[in-house]
């Protein structure tokens, strides 16, 4: 598969084949300009690429319509480095909006929200504001949001990236018992401790190239 | 809940804008009226043409020292006349009387006028209105005719002077339309932009385009139809305070056919329903090309 942006001299991924299997857990690392977060953005289908197919949960999503991508977003969950929640609404209200606008019911809300709040270790603080939490009480609302939909595959790109070292570990603990109940987990990263401290799938890339697939790996 | 959600949404989208709010609603309310306007002159012409043409009347007036016979001869060509369906012969003192009872209200005019000095006529109702040229033609030249008047030609000086204001109040409800739209597409981007982190996170959680897209369309909907019923209220005002106030005495007479009130209240679903249409195929416009919302 082939990605290239439209003002760029050299694709941003070029001819890369990976396959991921259900429930695996796949860090993506190489160096800034690497290609790593394009991988997210073409997961998503919020890039197509010029060249090539991607599968995501059995579904081809290059060729996908676009009225059937909200729809297969609803199977992914997706955790970023600036965590990305309304800074208007609480803990609880940020991950009930993803339950809101995809339609579901304020009583399934009302069930589901706390679940998941003390899953992710924040039970206590559901009517806390962002700017009353941490930042990595904040990435836990993220995580929360991400996955209260039960997604099938957790995107993660840089979720650590605005942490220290000790809540990124408590973060990647967190990830580690989500991905235990099944959920795949593909997550882009250049924190090396993590990674090998983890041990898992490393993918490395470099200028649009995988340049390493390893199981059980570490950081260059 | 979803209704409630949307709806909370749009009103939370219009005050936070207020004021290119405000200027929408008014650019809006201020084309619609015109539009509105313009409509009502339109049915009003076409009333108007109805009511008129179907008692247009020729008439042919002889001249003041016309002789009996000469006017018998003339009688009995438009008796037998394929193209006159209706006559109607008045003479001097008829035509006097008309004259005195049409401008009682101006004594020194009916003083000053003789029963002489008024042509007796001959009334004619021509089979085809829109062929009374012919009989123009026809009997203008003849013997002890003064003239030949069309009664539609008067009439026809008044439809123009109508299909003018009508076509002047189309043109000013067309520009200040665009200015509306430009406004409509403006204030979406406006709250598009403020909404650019919700929109995002909805996106990613997969909300659907019709979920995301719904309160901003909803709410030029929401002011296009506000606008609506200003223009509904402004053309009932004119109704009240100009026409059947200022010139009353114009439309009370036999000139102008009156300004019916069912004509007025049709306007606000037809008001409404463009301003509501409009209004959403540019928020959805703006939504698809502009922001990719």
């Known amino acids: ?220 | 809940m979803r209704a409630k959600y949307v709806l909370s949404e749009v009103l939370v989208g219009l005050w936070r804008n207020v004021t290119m709010t405000i200027a929408m609603i008014v650019t809006m309310a201020v084309s619609l009226a015109m539009l509105g306007a313009s409509l009502l002159l339109y049915f009003q012409v076409s009333d108007m043409e109805e009511y008129y043409y179907t008692k247009l009347e020729v008439s042919i007036f002889f001249d003041k020292d016309a002789t009996q016979a000469q006017m018998d001869a003339i009688g009995a060509e438009v008796d037998a006349d394929p193209l006159i369906a209706e006559w109607d012969f008045e003479t001097k003192d008829e035509a006097y009387k008309r004259f005195q009872e049409m401008f009682k209200e101006a004594p020194d005019l009916v003083n000053a006028a003789q029963p002489e000095s008024l042509p007796a006529s001959y009334r004619v109702k021509p089979v085809d209105p829109d062929n009374s040229q012919a009989l123009i033609e026809k009997y203008k030249g003849k013997e002890a005719v003064a003239n030949v008047v069309d009664q539609r030609k008067v009439l026809e000086k008044i439809f123009e002077i109508f299909g003018g204001m009508q076509k002047l109040a189309l043109v000013i409800a067309i520009v200040q339309g665009l200015a509306a739209l430009l406004l409509v597409a403006n204030t979406i981007q406006v709250a598009a932009f403020s909404k650019r982190r919700e929109v995002a996170i909805m996106k990613l959680v997969g909300a659907s385009n019709w979920f995301v897209q719904a309160p901003f369309v909803l709410e030029a909907v929401f002011a296009g139809i506000i606008g609506a019923i200003l223009a509904y209220l402004t053309l009932i005002g004119v109704k009240i305070f100009i026409i059947d106030g200022t010139f009353k005495s114009l439309f009370q007479s036999t000139v102008l056919t009156p300004i019916p009130w069912s004509n007025v209240h049709l306007m606000f679903p037809i008001l409404a329903g463009i301003a509501g249409v409009v209004s959403a195929v540019t928020g959805w416009v703006t939504l698809r090309f502009q922001i990719k919302v």
């Open chain 1, 1 to 220: 598969m082939t990605k290239k942006y439209a003002r760029a001299s050299r694709p941003s991924i070029e001819d890369i084949n990976v396959s991921i299997d259900k429930g695996e857990f796949v860090f993506f690392i190489g160096p800034t300009g690497a290609g790593k977060s394009t991988i997210i953005k073409l997961l998503l289908r919020e890039e197509t690429p010029n060249k090539g197919k991607i599968w995501v949960n059995d579904k081809e999503v290059v060729g996908m319509r676009s009225w059937r991508v909200p729809a297969f977003r609803r199977s992914l969950g997706c955790v970023f480095q600036d965590f990305r929640l309304l800074p208007t609404r609480t803990a609880a209200e940020n991950v009930a909006f993803a339950l809101e606008v995809i339609g579901k019911s304020k009583a399934v809300a009302r069930r589901v929200v706390p679940e998941v709040l003390e899953l992710v270790g924040l039970g206590g603080k559901e009517h806390r504001y962002p700017h009353e939490l941490s930042g990595g009480e904040q990435q836990r609302v993220a995580i929360a949001r991400a996955f209260v939909n039960r997604p099938l595959v957790l995107l993660a790109d840089e979720p650590t990236g605005n942490l220290d070292p000790d809540t990124s570990v408590e973060i990647m603990r967190l990830l580690d018992r989500i991905n235990r109940t099944g959920t795949t987990i593909v997550m882009v990263t250049h924190d090396s401790n993590i990674v090998n401290q983890m041990r898992r799938r490393v993918i490395e890339m470099e200028g649009g190239h995988v340049v390493r697939d390893q199981s059980r790996g570490v950081y260059g």
